[in-house]
């Protein structure tokens, strides 16, 4: 493993765990939201600033723009107290996100038996949280829901598929497909927060943790092949 990949999965699962211990302590205070997006910014600005040698690293960059602005929407304004609630902007923006991650793997994507086992499995997850999440859902945040909740399987779908192909290198074929299935565990997680008529009530810790800490990792994993030299070659 390369020193900037040690180095990087060193300093944000750290991180992460600084967060997890710190939500359980300080759950929803502004000191909080700070750390977090200041994490998020940081990684940010790593992705930005490293170079880049293959074109699908720097499309993937493209990424992390619209995951900072999602952060700022879902995260950060909420420590501004505004009136209007601004999860829909940050949702919209993760949309984005996700599909310039599809744009880049599916020119990787073979179908075969693996593949569609893999989308059976993905699209079955997802239409058991749809089924569980119904009653807590109406009108255009319906349509919207389940349009996102498309999108992120395919991504995360694509993701898997790009680990059954030969393209890439061992490495970078395993992080983004654990990287995808950390990022949809996550936001699964967020949709059972936000909608479930149990988990949209009242505080969940350990709801909370599984979403950060899929969420830094997955990010920060997806990062480590962004930046990384190793793309097509251990």
Request: hydrophobic share 55%.
């Amino acid at each position: 493993m390369p020193n900037s990949r040690k180095i990087l999965f060193v300093i944000y699962f750290s991180l992460t765990f600084v967060i997890a211990i710190g939500d359980y302590l300080f759950y929803r205070t502004d000191a909080m939201a700070y750390v977090k997006y200041a994490t998020m910014a940081s990684l940010f600005l790593i992705v930005q600033l490293c170079h880049k040698e293959y074109i699908e690293q720097k499309r993937l960059v493209k990424a992390y723009w619209f995951m900072l602005i999602a952060d700022f929407f879902l995260v950060f304004s909420k420590t501004l107290h505004l009136d209007i609630n601004l999860n829909s902007l940050g949702m919209a923006s993760f949309l984005i996100a996700y599909i310039i991650m599809i744009m880049v793997y599916v020119h990787y994507l073979q179908m075969g038996k693996r593949q569609i086992v893999s989308a059976v499995l993905v699209y079955g997850v997802f239409g058991l949280l749809v089924f569980r999440l119904s009653q807590g859902i109406e009108g255009i945040m319906l349509v919207f829901a389940f349009i996102f909740g498309m999108i992120l399987c395919t991504m995360t779908w694509m993701s898997v598929c790009v680990f059954f192909q030969k393209s890439f290198s061992k490495t970078s074929r395993i992080s983004i497909a654990i990287s995808g299935i950390l990022m949809c565990i996550c936001d699964f997680g967020v949709a059972l927060s936000m909608f479930d008529p149990i988990f949209s009530v009242g505080h969940h810790p350990i709801l909370n943790h599984i979403i950060w800490i899929a969420y830094i990792p997955g990010w920060t994993i997806l990062a480590s092949v962004v930046i990384g030299n190793d793309l097509y070659k251990e």
